[in-house]
Nanobody
Framework: QVQLVESGGGLVQPGGSLRLSCAYSGTFFSIYAMAWYRQAPGKQRELVADITSGGRTNYVDSVKGRFTISRDNAKNTVYLQMNSLKPEDTAVYYC????????????WGQGTQVTVSS
């Protein structure tokens, strides 16, 4: 019943921008740390960015200065603004809810495809 649904992916040229959205269906969104991961063909899933319940953010080195993770607790939504996109950013991007405690379940969205190509 708890669900994450990503949207906003698509095809974009190098240097372009996309904004991904992740809509959370459930309760107590504001207490959870949230994250974006990505997985490219033939590669392992990697953490791209995360944001704590207090708004602290961190990023993988390859996207620092280009991507921004944010959240709107009133809308139960987390965003990933992606600027200056590169072909190596091509991947399926997944939204993730971090477990709040040992009794909570990690929740993943279905993923949204981002393709950066000329």
């Amino acid at each position: 019943q708890v669900q994450l649904v990503e949207s906003g992916g698509g095809l974009v040229q190098p240097g372009g921008s996309l904004r991904l959205s992740c809509a959370y269906s459930g309760t107590f969104f504001s207490i959870y740390a949230m994250a974006w991961y990505r997985q490219a063909p033939g590669k392992q899933r990697e953490l791209v960015a995360d944001i704590t319940s207090g708004g602290r953010t961190n990023y993988v080195d390859s996207v620092k200065g280009r991507f921004t993770i944010s959240r709107d607790n009133a809308k139960n939504t987390v965003y990933l603004q992606m600027n200056s996109l590169k072909p190596e950013d091509t991947a399926v991007y997944y939204c993730h809810r971090r477990p709040y405690n040992s009794g909570a379940q990690p929740i993943w969205g279905q993923g949204t495809q981002v393709t950066v190509s000329s």
